[in-house]
């Protein structure tokens, strides 16, 4: 007798097996960008997701038509997790004119103004204050859309983010405020940079609610989002959501992440993988067999090598894009 599928907590079988094919494509893609990177093929700067996809494919399963995303440098997993086409930001990321900002942005500066996502930001915690501008827009009006602002750690230290906060909160703004917390901004940990329990917590002072979530989770990760939109829908003003999560990488591809011990990051690889533990709920619910997953994978890696492929044929912008989208 086959063995009934085991229940799912808020999610069908479907939905899960979504959930394992978008963080998929995410760590696909961020591997290939490491070898076009070492190629020489990707320039500047080049921050991989690898290891924290479960928190932006979580939280977009909580969003609607029409929610707004803005994020820090490390942006690529935001990008595909809101639709963008995969060939388009590969295109960006090796500065080529079928790239989403026309070869001219780079890593860490593309945008779509189709799937509402509104950067890929470079400089730390800028980006917060404009998610701040995003919802309060949305406000004025009065459309129920929810923006969602990420930044890191790190750029939870700085300024501008407590003054968003103060202004948020002051005008009850729809905006889902997440702190990516992979634990060691830069290159300092979490335990060396400030003395406060919890980042969410810093909330409390501006009458913001939050919580702490396992960002390496993605049923938990939808779970507080779904909290997290519901509180803005209804007109309560913004949401704190401190989601832990874990990068496998430096902080960048320059970043030869001394700081930390090999033995840390695969006792996490092994244990805390956010897309092995899809894996493990799928098949152990009898969701999907090997070869099914086996099949996604086949699928995702030739995106992957199409996206690559398609960036390495489509031509650099002309001289003349210099004089392009800009305001004077």
């Known amino acids: ?24 494509l995410i760590r696909r893609f961020e591997e290939k960008a490491g070898q076009l990177y070492g190629m020489g093929l990707i320039g500047g700067f080049c921050h991989l997701y690898i290891g924290q996809e479960a928190v932006v494919v979580g939280l977009e399963a909580a969003a609607e038509e029409g929610d707004k995303r803005i994020t820090s440098y490390r942006d690529h997993g935001h990008m595909l997790s809101s639709g963008m086409d995969p060939r388009g930001v590969m295109a960006e990321l090796t500065g080529r004119i079928g790239g989403y900002s026309k ?15 509104y950067g890929g930001h470079g400089i730390v915690g800028a980006q917060v204050p404009l998610g701040a501008g995003l919802a309060f827009a949305d406000r004025y009006l009065g459309n129920g859309r929810v923006t969602f602002t990420y930044f890191g750690d790190g750029a939870a230290n700085q300024g501008q983010v407590y003054e968003a906060y103060n202004m948020a909160e ?13 634990q060691y901004a830069m290159g300092t940990s979490m335990a060396r940079s400030t003395k406060s329990k919890t980042l969410y917590g810093r909330g409390a002072a501006f009458g913001i609610e939050g919580e702490e979530v396992d960002g390496m989770d993605v049923l938990a990760v939808k779970a507080a989002g779904e909290r997290a939109v519901a509180h803005c829908r209804a007109g309560n003003g913004p949401y704190i ?11 960048s591809m320059s970043d030869p992440a001394k700081y930390r011990t090999r033995e840390e990051v695969e006792k996490v690889r092994s244990e805390r993988d956010p897309i092995d533990h899809v ?6 619910g009898n969701h999907a067999s090997e070869d099914d997953l086996k099949a996604i994978d086949r699928e995702i890696k030739e995106i992957v090598n199409q996206a690559a492929e398609f960036a390495k044929d489509s031509p650099e912008p002309s001289v003349e894009e210099l004089w392009t989208d800009i305001t004077a």
Not at 103 to 117: A, P
């Open 279 to 284: 894996r493990q709920l799928l098949l152990t």
């Open 170 to 182: 002051l005008w009850s703004l729809p905006v889902v405020f997440v702190i990516e917390n992979n």
């Open 1 to 24: 007798m086959a063995r009934k599928p085991a229940a799912l907590p808020n999610v069908s079988a479907d939905e899960l097996k979504s959930f394992y094919r978008e963080m998929l």
């Open 103 to 117: 070869g001219k942005g780079g890593s860490m500066h593309m945008f779509s103004r189709e799937r509402h996502f």
């Open 241 to 251: 959501l401190e989601v832990k999560t874990y990068r496998y990488r430096g902080h």
